[in-house]
Structures are given as structure tokens and as C-alpha cells.
């Protein structure tokens, strides 16, 4: 079973853009499907991101759509997700997440593996 950290949070202005990434360890990590997660004060945890085992397919929710893009290097066994264009809504902790199949999903129940969260405020 992989192991997950993840970086890259931080603060920026609205309108601004980040990088998250997240490093599995393990050899195994090119037959996990990735997912990105977030969760806000008060919120419960919402999908966000998702992507399959070889990144050939892709999924997002609504609100990040044309803003958002998850990648991943399965030779660094890292999955990223680019944030651009970055709202107050947004603001939350993200996280990645791993699930022992090729393809994505959409359901964080459907996830096994979690990383600690990296923390991402976006100012107004």
C-alpha cells in the first residue's frame, strides 16, 4: 500500500495560482487511480480532481473545471493539481488520495489511501 505527502499549499491572492503535488511512496503507484480532495470549515470533504492510472482520463467537479488540471508522473510517482485562477471559494485543505484500481472515481469512500492535507487560502 503507497503512502501519501503532500505540498505545495499556501496563501495568494485571488486571481492567483498554485501548484499542489503529491509524492506516493512504493513501487506500485502506477496501478492507483489518484483523486484530489477538499475540505473547508465546517464543510465536509469534497471531490475535487480525479485521474487514472496512466493519466489518460480525467474527471473534475463543476467548479474547478477549466481552472483546475490534475496531472501525474508515475516515473516520480507524484500527482499534481494545478490550480489557476483561484476564488475565496477555494479556500479549504486538499487532499490526495489513492485508490488500488486503474480507474478514477468520484466517491471519497471509493479511496483507501490518504494524505495529512496541505492548507490552501485564497485572499479576496
Known amino acids: 500500500q503507497v503512502q501519501l505527502v503532500e505540498w505545495g499549499g499556501g496563501l495568494v491572492q485571488a486571481g492567483g495560482s498554485l501548484r499542489l503535488s503529491c509524492a506516493a511512496s512504493g513501487r506500485t503507484f502506477s496501478s492507483y487511480a489518484m483523486g484530489w480532495f477538499r475540505q473547508a470549515p465546517g464543510r465536509e470533504r469534497e471531490f475535487v480532481a480525479a485521474?487514472?492510472?496512466?493519466?489518460?482520463?480525467?474527471d473534475y467537479t463543476d467548479s474547478v473545471k477549466g481552472r483546475f488540471t490534475i496531472s501525474r508522473d508515475n516515473a516520480k510517482n507524484t500527482v499534481y493539481l494545478q490550480m489557476n485562477s483561484l476564488k475565496p471559494e477555494d479556500t479549504a485543505v486538499y487532499y490526495c488520495a489513492a485508490r488500488a484500481t486503474i480507474t478514477q472515481s468520484i466517491p471519497r469512500t471509493d479511496y483507501n489511501v490518504w494524505g495529512q492535507g496541505t492548507q490552501v487560502t485564497v485572499s479576496s
Open positions: 485521474i487514472s492510472w496512466n493519466g489518460g482520463t480525467t
